[in-house]
Nanobody
Framework: VQLQASGGGLVQAGGSLSVSCAVS???????????YGWYRQAPGKERELVAL???????KYGDSVKGRFTVSRDNDKNTVLLQMVSMKPEDTAVYYC?????????????????WGQGTLVTVSS
């Protein structure tokens, strides 16, 4: 399974940006994926969970992005979208998408088996 994140870039504080994760690869494993997550890592900080979406549609968000970010899936296109509004300079980070098989943790990084390469999001003040 390969994950390709795209859509990062520069945005002003208060603006909006969407990043997308294209999922491709083995038709044997993709149907088994139970959750998709977006993580981010800012310079000098640990990677943190931004949002996740389970196959059944349930979502969960990090406290710092609740009410501003929305995660969704497009099953037909095999993509996972993270829509970000009211962005803040502290949202600046490399954003990673990840996919996890059943049995792993829901929010912890170890619960995700496949990772994309990351896309840089910069929010200017």
């Amino acid at each position: 399974v390969q994950l390709q994140a795209s859509g990062g870039g520069l945005v002003q504080a208060g603006g909006s940006l969407s990043v997308s994760c294209a999922v491709s690869g083995s038709t044997q494993f993709i149907p088994n994926i139970s959750k998709y997550g977006w993580y981010r890592q800012a310079p000098g900080k640990e990677r943190e969970l931004v949002a996740l979406i389970e196959i059944g549609g349930r979502t969960k968000y990090g406290d710092s992005v609740k009410g501003r970010f929305t995660v969704s899936r497009d099953n037909d296109k095999n993509t996972v979208l993270l829509q970000m509004v009211s962005m803040k300079p502290e949202d600046t980070a490399v954003y990673y998408c990840a996919a996890g098989l059943p049995g792993g943790g829901l929010t912890a990084e170890w619960g995700y088996d496949y990772w994309g390469q990351g896309t840089l999001v910069t929010v200017s003040s």
